[in-house]
């Protein structure tokens, strides 16, 4: 686990702030979905394909800021809580917060290892927004394998509050690959009994064309 990963407030940034993480998480989740061998890279479009993943992310996010547009091989969409995760409700409501210290899933009553699990799906996580004016939950966590599975990464999301601010962005992006189970989860820090709102910004990547969900 990386010890960059943490939440940057809205309140700190400019639109040129929030459009420049935007554009690396796309580029992020291009360059992985063509690793997955979902799309390809096409040099007529992109030009020729530099040797490292880095340096591949850099030409794409120049790439898409440029132009406004995905590499044609791809389709790009928002998660969609019913279709990516057999959720209840088409929703971003948390389980219940019923004890502090323990995590939730942030995606009410969802399978027990939801998304990615196709082969022509990837999802790039990119940014955190909670609908309370009280914050009622300290951490946003990804977890591989089930809800207690190993940890990829995790959100202090104290921050926006001492910020009185509600939404901010990932410092670096988690990615869904294909085919894998994962859990998407909040830590309880005040215990309210009820769903909480927090709306985690996901990129879903697939096949152009070969849309699944």
């Known amino acids: 686990m990386s010890s960059r990963q943490y939440v940057i407030p809205t ?8 459009k420049d993480y935007r554009f690396g998480a796309l580029a992020t989740g291009v360059v992985r979905a063509f690793a997955k061998n979902i799309g390809e890279w096409d040099p007529r479009e992109l030009g020729n394909q530099p040797a490292t993943a880095d340096a591949q992310i850099a030409q ?3 790439y898409i800021a440029s132009t406004g547009l995905i590499p044609k091989s791809l389709d790009v969409r928002m998660w969609r809580n019913i279709d ?3 959720c209840a409700v088409d929703q971003w409501r948390t389980a219940a917060l019923a004890v502090v210290g323990t995590e939730y899933s942030a995606l ?15 999802v790039v996580w ?3 927004s909670i609908d309370q004016a009280a ?7 990804f977890r591989r394998t089930n809800a207690t599975g190993i940890l990829m990464a995790q959100f202090d999301v104290e921050e926006l509050a001492m910020q ?20 998407l989860n909040v830590l309880c820090r005040i215990v309210t009994g009820l769903f909480d709102r ?5 990129f879903v990547f697939e096949p152009a064309g070969q849309t699944n969900a």
């Open 84 to 86: 990516d995760a057999a």
């Open 164 to 183: 009185e601010v509600m939404q901010g962005y990932f410092s670096e992006p988690v990615v869904w690959d294909p085919n894998l189970p994962y859990a």
């Open 11 to 18: 309140k700190r940034m400019t639109l040129s702030d929030e």
């Open 108 to 122: 009410q009553a969802v399978a027990a290892a939801p998304a990615a699990n196709r082969a022509t799906k990837l």
């Open 198 to 202: 927090v709306i985690v910004g996901g």
């Open 126 to 128: 990119h940014k955190v």
């Open 135 to 141: 914050l009622n939950i300290s951490r946003v966590i």
């Open 60 to 62: 794409v996010k120049n």
